[in-house]
């Protein structure tokens, strides 16, 4: 039996606080699939993009990205169309990592049709999430619309061939509106589905040399399974003390034997690399790290 769909109100506790960030925040927000995995939005999700013409080099690359991020706890977010966005989706899969599809249409409408199968697995492994009310088709401007819940889910956008103007472009865009970190594969300067990614690398996007490059960007290189990203003393001290369970700010500088700055700022590198978050309450909770 499948998963039943729900639907998320901005004023719900569990509404995905990045999504409060944007102009137009999608309220409410429908889902079918595994609601956790927006609780690691957005420092322990990444967003892969490109184009729907991919080339075989660009579906390999797509697929070693979305395999080492999965593998490495990151969740993999994209929008279900032919090209990149699937072999991201496929490959988070395959892995047996997370994935987001965020759709144009309504949540329980696949798009493309040839990508039910994809839909349905999705559905049930990982996370399906739309803005439209159910049974909605597509309709112009659909899709650039969903682009910014991509984009503000992730703390990551990294683009892989995309043309000058495409969905892909369009992505990156709200993610540096958004304050995020886009990145992109650098591709042949002759071919027209790498012109837009390269023109960001020229604009400043970080440019991926390596699947390393893409991974140093959460704080996590390549290894041997279960091998977690190296840490600095101050890191290792703050997270050694968080062992025992969440705990605020003073209780960590007591335990620690820092100061409060050091303490702050140890807090702060964890918390960019998805292994620390503060609950409401301000306690500092450890997370579970690949």
């Known amino acids: 039996m499948g998963r039943r769909m729900r639907e998320i109100r901005r ?6 606080q990045p999504l409060t960030q944007l102009d137009r925040p ?6 079918i699939g595994d609601e956790s995995i927006l609780d690691l939005a957005p420092n322990r999700l990444v967003a892969i993009v490109g184009t729907r013409d991919a080339s075989s080099y660009g579906v390999r690359i797509t697929a070693a990205l979305a395999e080492a991020f999965a593998k490495a706890g990151i969740g993999v977010v994209s929008g279900l169309a032919r090209g990149v966005d699937a072999a991201a989706h496929r490959a988070a899969l395959e892995a047996g990592g997370k994935t987001i599809a965020v ?3 309504g949540v ?26 159910p049974g909605m088709p597509a309709i112009p401007g659909c899709f650039p619309r969903r682009n910014r819940i991509i984009a503000a889910l ?6 892989v061939e995309a043309p000058f103007k495409s969905g892909a ?34 604009d400043g996007a970080v440019m991926l040399n390596s699947i390393n490059d893409a991974l140093m960007l959460y704080g996590l290189t390549q290894g ?6 190296t840490l600095t003393n101050l890191e290792s001290t703050v997270w050694e003390v968080l062992e025992d369970g969440p705990a605020p700010v003073e209780v960590i500088v007591s335990r620690a034997g820092l100061t409060i700055r050091q303490t ?7 918390e960019l690399n998805g292994m620390v978050r503060q609950h409401s309450n301000g306690e500092i909770e450890r997370l579970k790290i690949a």
Do not use: F
Request: no cysteine; glycine share 12%.
């Open 11 to 16: 004023s719900d506790s569990d509404y995905p």
């Open 26 to 31: 999608p309220d409410p927000l429908y889902v």
């Open 103 to 105: 759709m144009g249409t």
């Open 108 to 133: 329980d409408i696949p798009y493309p049709v040839g990508h039910r199968g994809l839909h349905a697995e999705i559905a049930a492994r990982g996370l399906v999430v739309s803005e439209n009310e």
């Open 154 to 159: 992730a703390r990551v956008t990294i683009v």
């Open 169 to 202: 472009i369009n992505t990156a865009t709200h993610a540096l509106d958004g304050g995020r970190v886009v990145a992109a594969v650098p591709g042949p300067i002759d071919s027209p589905r790498s012109a837009g990614s390269n023109l960001l690398i020229r």
């Open 224 to 229: 041997r399974k279960g091998e977690g990203p």
């Open 264 to 270: 702050l700022e140890g807090i702060a590198r964890l």
